[in-house]
């Protein structure tokens, strides 16, 4: 049941395009997930904030990533809520997507209710659940990394669904977990303790995506996006309580989560630092993710937020 009030919450917010925007042009396509990088994005939808800015936006749900990248390969959507290694391997398959900006959404490790880990650094011979080579294993690499752990001190399982992940977690089948918002919440409202997150330990992985041919030809298009992304993220810091049941009845949260979840703080739009993307790269050669070289300067475009 919980899955099918998340998508209708969802579809809620997406059916608002038909109404809000601009119906002389084709709209921007857009895909979202159901965490806290696409909130933004979902409130200027509801909030009819694209249709204020003169752009038509048709928001597109996926479950995982694994569906939202079929769909850009595919040419289904036009930009997408995703991350650096996402845009890695994407570059590697000849598809020209570019980072647009880095997103605000925040990822990290918990830890299974009585297992009595506080930090990163108790993770040594544990089991961390995780979906593998994936924004979630970079995430825990690096958080455990910083930590002083070397990635060979600890065993990672292999557990693609979040839901699953996190259930195994609080059963104690495994030791710890890595996970986004809104799950690293869910988590800890159920008794799991938090030991490390992106925000904690300066790790900028999460981005969003545009095609290189609708930069191209829909520039100020996309500008008009992400005005409205702006005053988006600017209205939900104005007063973050008051966007609480927002997360749930729209944004498709988990119920949990409403009164738990410490909102992100929201930057002007900004490109991930070349050392950000160069660590990603460097991290999916060393494991043989990559089928060929790619120059960081090649994934990013940053024509879209040059006004901040």
Same mark, same amino acid.
């Given at each position: 049941m919980?899955?099918?009030?998340?998508?209708?919450?969802?579809?809620?917010?997406?059916?608002?395009?038909?109404?809000?925007?601009?119906?002389?042009?084709?709209?921007?396509r857009f895909g979202i997930m159901p965490?806290?990088?696409? =909130?933004?994005?979902?409130?200027?939808? !509801?909030? #009819? /904030?694209?249709?204020k800015e003169g752009v038509a936006v048709e928001l597109v749900p996926f479950t995982n990533a694994q569906e939202r990248d079929a769909a850009i390969q595919a040419g289904r959507v036009d930009g997408a809520i995703s991350d650096i290694l996402a845009a890695a391997f994407l570059a590697a398959g000849g598809f020209d997507m570019r980072i647009t900006s880095a997103s605000d959404?925040?990822?990290?490790?918990?830890?299974?209710?009585?297992?009595?880990?506080?930090?990163?650094?108790?993770?040594?011979?544990?089991?961390?659940?995780?979906?593998?080579?994936?924004i979630i294993q970079y995430v825990v690499d690096t958080i455990t990394e910083a930590a002083g752990l070397p990635q060979a001190s600890y065993q990672t399982v292999a557990v693609p669904k979040m839901p699953v992940r996190?259930?195994? =977690?609080?059963?104690?089948?495994?030791? !710890?977990? #890595? /996970?986004?918002?809104?799950?690293?919440?869910?988590?800890?409202?159920?008794g799991a303790r938090l030991v490390g997150t992106t925000d904690q330990f300066q790790i900028d992985a999460a981005v969003l995506l545009f095609s290189k041919a609708v930069l191209?030809?829909?520039?100020?298009?996309?500008?008009?996006?992400?005005?409205?992304?702006?005053d988006a993220t600017g209205k939900i810091e104005a007063d973050p309580n008051a966007w609480r049941s927002f997360l749930v009845?729209?944004?498709?949260?988990?119920?949990?989560?409403?009164?738990?979840?410490?909102f992100v703080h929201y930057r002007n739009p900004t490109?991930?630092?070349?050392?950000?993307?160069?660590?990603?790269?460097?991290?999916?050669?060393?494991?043989?993710?990559?089928?060929?070289?790619?120059?960081?300067?090649? =994934?990013?475009?940053?024509?879209?937020? !040059?006004?901040w």
């Amino acid at each position: 049941m919980k899955a099918v009030r998340s998508l209708i919450g969802i579809a809620a917010i997406v059916a608002l395009a038909s109404c809000s925007a601009p119906k002389h042009q084709a709209p921007l396509r857009f895909g979202i997930m159901p965490d806290a990088d696409s =909130l933004p994005v979902m409130v200027a939808q !509801a909030e #009819g /904030l694209f249709g204020k800015e003169g752009v038509a936006v048709e928001l597109v749900p996926f479950t995982n990533a694994q569906e939202r990248d079929a769909a850009i390969q595919a040419g289904r959507v036009d930009g997408a809520i995703s991350d650096i290694l996402a845009a890695a391997f994407l570059a590697a398959g000849g598809f020209d997507m570019r980072i647009t900006s880095a997103s605000d959404g925040r990822y990290g490790i918990v830890a299974a209710p009585g297992s009595g880990i506080d930090d990163a650094k108790q993770l040594a011979g544990k089991r961390i659940g995780m979906s593998t080579n994936t924004i979630i294993q970079y995430v825990v690499d690096t958080i455990t990394e910083a930590a002083g752990l070397p990635q060979a001190s600890y065993q990672t399982v292999a557990v693609p669904k979040m839901p699953v992940r996190l259930e195994m =977690l609080l059963a104690g089948q495994i030791d !710890a977990a #890595g /996970l986004p918002e809104p799950m690293l919440t869910a988590a800890v409202a159920r008794g799991a303790r938090l030991v490390g997150t992106t925000d904690q330990f300066q790790i900028d992985a999460a981005v969003l995506l545009f095609s290189k041919a609708v930069l191209d030809s829909r520039l100020d298009d996309v500008r008009r996006f992400y005005r409205a992304y702006v005053d988006a993220t600017g209205k939900i810091e104005a007063d973050p309580n008051a966007w609480r049941s927002f997360l749930v009845e729209k944004a498709a949260f988990p119920v949990e989560v409403k009164d738990a979840y410490r909102f992100v703080h929201y930057r002007n739009p900004t490109l991930p630092s070349a050392d950000q993307i160069s660590r990603v790269l460097a991290w999916l050669k060393a494991r043989g993710l990559l089928s060929k070289d790619i120059d960081p300067a090649d =994934l990013t475009d940053g024509r879209a937020i !040059a006004a901040w």
